[in-house]
């Protein structure tokens, strides 16, 4: 049976003039709305006291099981507002499905879906005023994030018998600052790995997070802005970003990205171009592509652009891609990010609404 949200509305909202302030310029995850969702599990009464209220901080025990072994799963998702003023977010089953599969993976309980989708209409309904109009082609949204993590006190290893849902909404415009779509250069990582087989990998757990920093730390001190990783076991299949997904477009129309091995993330908006390229007239395909591929394809002319993609960067054209002694760039002169640029503007229509949705890719929340 379907959970009853009790909510309850605060009287001390954030000033429309400071919110004004704020969705003028909202960057990525820096502000977040008057109110959040919060859900209870444990293992006897099972979901219970589902509630929208305050944004307030959490009382956790030191102890909580999360502090201590990561036990922890998110999803990235988007309320779009189309121009009658209606909120729409983007294949939420999808994200809910996935989500059910990374609780299972984390050994978390599962949130049945209705519940997961119910809850973003409930934070959307009390702080829809949060969400920022997409006006002049901008890609301003109210960026949703769901997320569960073990809340039990105790520390021997084992699931926690107590863990909290929860939802919190945050005003976003671009993810790579800096305004205009810029291109991201890319450091190959060998001495970090983000996933190994049979691990988290595929799986939208926090410690992937976690596990790509060093990496990308590496790639800052190289001059980059994201790392790329490769597969832990032999180190020559591209993999993903951390954060990201990619795909490698080839002057003879083929648009390929790694297949899903275990160890990449499932993305959302991976699935969506992979459907959007062949309405493009592409060819798509999903396989394992070894570093080596992209390094020579660059130096042949073969390779006509790389871009990365996700629900928060959404499509993000790749500049340089350098290792340890050398580097190689697809860009020639006078070049474009044609497919890119086109691939993102499509997804962008559909999701604003200014585009007829022919996939059926849209939910309205409010
Ligand atoms: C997203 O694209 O929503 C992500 O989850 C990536 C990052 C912001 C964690």
């Known amino acids: 049976m379907a959970l009853e949200f009790t909510v309850t509305e605060r009287p001390d909202r954030v000033s429309d003039e400071d919110r004004a302030a704020i969705l003028a310029n909202p960057g990525f995850g820096n502000h977040f709305t008057d109110h959040m969702v919060r859900i209870t599990w444990d293992s006897e009464a099972g979901w219970h006291d589902a509630e929208v209220g305050a944004y307030r901080p959490f009382q956790l025990d030191p102890a909580a099981a999360v502090l201590h072994y990561a036990q922890e799963i998110f999803e990235g998702m988007k309320a779009y507002r189309h121009a009658d003023g209606s909120v729409w977010t983007f294949r939420p089953e999808a994200n809910a499905a996935r989500f059910a599969r990374s609780a299972t993976r984390l050994a978390l309980p599962v949130l049945p879906e209705e519940d997961f989708i119910q809850s973003l209409k409930e934070i959307v309904a009390l702080d829809k005023v949060w969400v920022p109009d997409a006006a002049n082609g901008g890609e301003e949204s109210l960026y949703l994030r769901p997320y569960m993590f073990a809340s039990e006190a105790f520390l021997g290893v ?3 018998k107590q863990v909290t849902y929860s939802v919190i ?7 790579f600052g800096g305004g205009g779509v810029k291109p991201v250069d890319l450091w190959i990582s060998t001495d970090y790995a983000r996933a190994g087989e049979g691990g988290t990998g595929g799986a939208k757990c926090g410690g992937n997070y976690a596990s790509s920093l060093a990496g990308q730390l590496e790639g ?9 990783f490769l597969d832990s076991s032999t ?3 591209i993999e993903e970003l951390g954060g990201m997904n990619l795909f490698l477009v080839y002057q003879d129309g083929r648009i390929v990205t790694p297949e899903l091995t275990g160890t990449i993330l499932e993305g959302v908006t991976r699935s969506s171009i992979l459907s959007l390229a062949k309405d493009l007239g ?3 395909e999903e396989r394992r592509i070894p570093i080596q591929e992209w390094k ?3 130096a042949s002319g073969e390779l006509s652009e790389v871009f990365a993609c996700g629900t928060a960067a959404v499509v993000t054209p790749v500049g340089e891609l350098r290792w340890d002694g050398g580097s190689c760039d697809h860009r020639r002169e006078g070049h474009v990010d044609e497919v890119a640029t086109k691939i993102r503007s499509t997804l962008l229509d559909i999701q604003y609404g200014r585009v007829e949705d022919t996939h059926g890719w849209l939910t309205q929340l409010a």
């Open 169 to 175: 909404a945050s005003p976003a415009g671009a993810y």
């Open 282 to 284: 592409l060819s798509p």
């Open 220 to 228: 800052i001190a190289q001059g980059c802005q994201q790392a790329v």
């Open 296 to 298: 020579d394809a660059a």
């Open 158 to 160: 084992r699931p926690a």
């Open 235 to 237: 180190h020559t299949y």
